[in-house]
């Protein structure tokens, strides 16, 4: 028998963490397992394909290589923490539209569900900022679980997960 995959997209707010630590309980109880999804999103004006010389490196690398190694960097305390809970985790990285790169990402992994994060945002900031997590519920072809987060810069969580898992990762 198949385990379930269950997607988890995910940003590096600080509700990240609560979506994370919510997705990892309820995966490692149902013994699924587990796709942590990231968009990477170009600057404006920057194509995949632009050179760069990050700072302390020795060559240019294209700008979407050093973003996706970044990505995939800072999701590392995240898979920590699904490790933690018991829980096979890969990672897939998508780029573009968020919206369109998630569904995407949840038909090409054949995931049974996604655990997402919303705000919960009102009036004019969600007319400007648009709902990731609308759009999704009402296109996925799954059930998708929101997980109410708070605004990122109240959520302590973050960081410390972020310093634990990096400490015990290089130690």
Same mark, same amino acid.
């Not at 090409?108 to 900031?125: A, C, D, E, F, N």
């Not at 990122?152 to 990096?166: C, K, V, W």
């Given at each position: 028998m198949q385990k379930d995959t269950i997607l988890v997209p995910v940003d590096f707010t600080g509700c990240a963490y609560e979506v994370v630590a919510s997705a990892a309980d309820l995966a490692g109880r149902l013994g699924s397992d587990v796709v942590l999804l990231y968009v990477v999103k170009l600057p404006a004006g920057l194509s995949p394909d632009t050179m760069i010389h990050p700072h302390g490196s020795e060559g240019?690398?294209?700008?979407?290589?050093?973003? @996706? @190694? @970044?990505?995939?960097?800072?999701l590392e305390p995240f898979v920590q923490i699904f490790k933690d809970a018991g829980?096979?985790?890969?990672?897939?990285?998508?780029?573009? @539209?968020?919206?369109?790169?998630?569904?995407?990402?949840?038909? =090409?992994?054949?995931?049974?569900?996604?655990?997402?994060?919303?705000?919960? =945002?009102?009036?004019?900031?969600?007319?400007?900022?648009?709902?990731?997590?609308?759009s999704v519920i009402r296109r996925a072809n799954?059930?998708?679980?929101?997980?109410?987060?708070?605004?990122?810069?109240?959520?302590?969580?973050? /960081?410390?997960?972020?310093?634990?898992?990096?400490?015990?990762? /290089?130690?």
């Open positions: 240019a690398v294209k700008a979407v290589e050093y973003l @996706d @190694d @970044d990505a995939r960097q800072h829980c096979a985790v890969s990672i897939a990285l998508e780029h573009g @539209d968020v919206t369109e790169a998630i569904l995407n990402a949840c038909t =090409r992994v054949g995931s049974s569900m996604i655990i997402m994060g919303t705000h919960g =945002r009102k009036g004019l900031r969600r007319l400007v900022e648009g709902s990731v997590a609308e799954c059930p998708v679980l929101t997980v109410r987060t708070l605004e990122p810069e109240s959520h302590p969580g973050l /960081s410390e997960a972020q310093q634990q898992a990096l400490s015990e990762s /290089s130690g």
